[in-house]
């Protein structure tokens, strides 16, 4: 019998910038396609610390609580629920309420945690699966033999993103901000990692392509970044923008767009219906859950935090020191 109520993080009086407490709240109750998650982990995201500034609302219908992602065990299930039970071991992408001891997903957005890895690892997988497979493949369109531009190689997308691309039988091309970085990125399947802080993107692309550019870019910057991938792109390149840490505004050159005919995407993946995802989780069992049982694929973990501990997990995720996925253990 499950308890009317549960612990998760609240943020103070729901204002912008305020401070998460541990509370305790209502337990969720599940309706149509939900499970309930008895949550083991959950993962951290820029997002959640975008919606804690009131810069990312959730969508309508979806918890307040932060948190994209988990790993944990089925505890109930919705009426309508069809491929899955109660006792089973998952991880699922979720529209909110992730930082709690219980959390609802969608039975499309649910997958079963691979055989072997830790709830830690397993809640550091779906928001940067889903986000890397629909920009690299199913958007960008990425061809074994093509060259990819991942910028923040190492963050939570950047390390998922260079082992994707690799496995996809791209080379890899990243940027990133310390030295430690740039080796720890080499050593994850990066062919060449340019420490942007020093070294000018542009000029190291134009360099190792032979003036030919890159095919795909996944960026995450924006801003003062536009024209400058866009002079790294190769003819016919494509350019994937997911987020605008470095800007929302740029002006834009429009001749190069035109001479290599390049195309430029942009996407959120919050925002998407339920059949884009459930066919996204198709795609990535499909193909990545073998790489992971073959130990081809390993999200990186950086550190873990306790859930009461989830101000200072945005603290380290703020300081830009991390190398790949901060998570929190329940
Ligand atoms: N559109 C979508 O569907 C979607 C989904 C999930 C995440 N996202 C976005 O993807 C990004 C990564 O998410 P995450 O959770 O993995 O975040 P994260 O781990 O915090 O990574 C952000 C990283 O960006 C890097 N960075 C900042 N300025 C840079 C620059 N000028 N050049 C290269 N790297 C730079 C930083 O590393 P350095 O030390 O290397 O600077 C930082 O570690 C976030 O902006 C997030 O909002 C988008």
Redesign the pocket.
């Known amino acids: 019998m499950l308890s009317d109520s549960m612990r998760g993080i609240d943020i103070l009086n729901h204002q912008p910038d305020k401070d998460l407490h541990l509370i305790t709240m209502p337990m969720p109750r599940v309706s149509g396609e939900q499970v309930l998650i008895q949550v083991k982990a959950a993962g951290v ?3 959640d610390w ?1 919606q804690r500034q009131g810069l990312y609302p959730a969508p309508i219908g979806a918890s307040a609580v932060l948190g994209l992602e988990v790993s944990g065990i089925v505890v109930a299930i919705g009426p309508d629920v069809t491929q899955l039970a109660v006792g089973d071991a998952v991880c699922a992408l979720l529209n909110g309420g992730g930082y709690a001891e219980y959390a609802l997903a969608e039975q499309h957005c649910v997958l079963p945690i691979p055989q072997g890895l830790s709830w830690i690892a397993a809640a550091a997988l779906p ?2 699966l889903f ?1 890397v497979w629909s920009n690299l493949v199913c958007f960008g369109a990425l061809q074994a033999g093509e060259t990819v531009l991942i ?8 390390t998922t993103a260079i082992q994707i691309a690799r496995l996809l039988g791209a080379r890899v091309i990243v ?4 030295t430690e ?1 740039v080796e720890r990125c080499l050593g994850l399947g990066a062919e060449i990692a340019i420490h ?1 802080q020093n070294q000018d993107f542009v000029e190291i692309i134009q360099q190792v392509t032979d003036k030919k550019g890159v095919h795909l870019i996944l960026d ?2 924006g801003g003062s ?1 536009l024209n400058r991938n866009l002079q790294c792109l190769a003819t016919e390149g494509r350019l994937m923008q ?2 605008i ?2 800007g929302n505004q740029a002006e834009i050159a429009l001749w190069p767009i035109m001479a290599k005919r390049l195309k430029i995407s942009g ?4 925002n998407r219906d339920h059949q884009f995802k459930a066919e996204l989780a198709r795609q990535i069992h499909h193909n990545v859950w073998p790489w992971l049982a073959q130990a081809q694929f390993s999200p990186v973990i950086d550190s873990v935090f306790s859930l009461a501990d989830a101000g200072k997990a945005h603290d380290r ?1 703020n300081d ?1 020191q ?1 190398f790949g996925k901060i998570i929190l253990e329940i």
Do not use: V
Not at 151 to 158: L, M, Q, R
Not at 267 to 270: E, G, I, K, N
């Open positions: 995201n820029r997002p975008m928001e940067c986000t910028h923040g190689g190492g963050s939570g997308i950047g940027t990133t901000g310390s970085k942007y995450m910057i970044y997911i987020a840490q470095g996407s959120t993946l919050r995720l830009t991390h």
